[in-house]
Antibody
Framework: EVQVVESGGGLVQPGRSLRLSCTTS????????MSWFRQAPGKGLEWVGF??????????EYAASVKGRFSISRDDSKSIAYLQMNSLKIEDTAVYYC??????????WGQGTLVTVSS | QSALTQPRSVSGSPGQSVTISCTGT?????????VSWYQQHPGKAPKLMIY???KRPSGVPDRFSGSKSGNTASLTISGLQAEDEADYYC???????????FGIGTKVTVL
């Protein structure tokens, strides 16, 4: 059974950093890209970025709204993807989800972790 | 890149059919056959319902179907059931710069 679990959310002050983890099991993690998303309170889904599999260079892509502040990495030995968030802004407050990126869609999602940016 | 346009809400009685539209541009929906649809119940994670415009993952009931015409994709739920009441989001690949764009979401209400 495929499982995806996000962790690391919490309350953080504007300008500070936070790292989220996405721990997976039930599939060959190294064969897949992994994507991150967010959903601000009462709002819709927003794609944040993804990390390709090592087969495709392990390179990353980001939404314009987070480019230069957020970075995604992966540890295939632990089946974990990370989202490093720097220079956080109040508008980054959201539930953050990760999902397995399969082709051009996202087939297994975690339950999300809440990040609140507030002073 | 603007969000894809979806109706804010649609509703139907049990057993009826409802269709949710998802309108983009030739740079996203119209340019690629990479539209996917996600169902989200309140407080829950999104669930993949349709991918690559019209393909249904294993385990998704066949009363969910997807299609596309020009810059507009559609999700149809036939034989509406109470458990189908949820928010639905479309998503499209939008090329190598923007990559992925979501719709604003549609709330489906079962009357």
């Amino acid at each position: 059974e495929v499982q995806v679990v996000e962790s690391g959310g919490g309350l953080v002050q504007p300008g500070r950093s936070l790292r989220l983890s996405c721990t997976t099991s039930g599939f060959t993690f190294g064969d897949y890209a992994m994507s991150w998303f967010r959903q601000a309170p009462g709002k819709g889904l927003e794609w944040v970025g993804f990390v390709r599999s090592k087969h495709y260079g392990g390179t990353t892509e980001y939404a314009a709204s987070v480019k230069g502040r957020f970075s995604i990495s992966r540890d295939d030995s632990k089946s974990i993807a990370y989202l490093q968030m720097n220079s956080l802004k109040i508008e980054d407050t959201a539930v953050y989800y990760c999902a397995r990126h399969n082709g051009y869609f996202f087939d297994y999602w975690g339950q999300g972790t809440l990040v609140t940016v507030s002073s | 890149q603007s969000a894809l346009t979806q109706p804010r809400s649609v509703s139907g009685s049990p057993g009826q059919s409802v269709t949710i539209s998802c309108t983009g541009t030739s740079s996203d929906v119209g340019g690629y056959n990479y539209v996917s649809w996600y169902q989200q119940h309140p407080g829950k994670a999104p669930k993949l319902m349709i991918y690559d415009v019209s393909k249904r993952p294993s385990g998704v009931p066949d009363r969910f179907s997807g299609s596309k015409s020009g810059n507009t994709a559609s999700l149809t739920i036939s034989g509406l059931q109470a458990e189908d009441e949820a928010d639905y989001y479309c998503c499209s690949f939008a090329g190598s710069y923007t990559l992925y764009v979501f719709g604003i979401g549609t709330k489906v209400t079962v009357l």
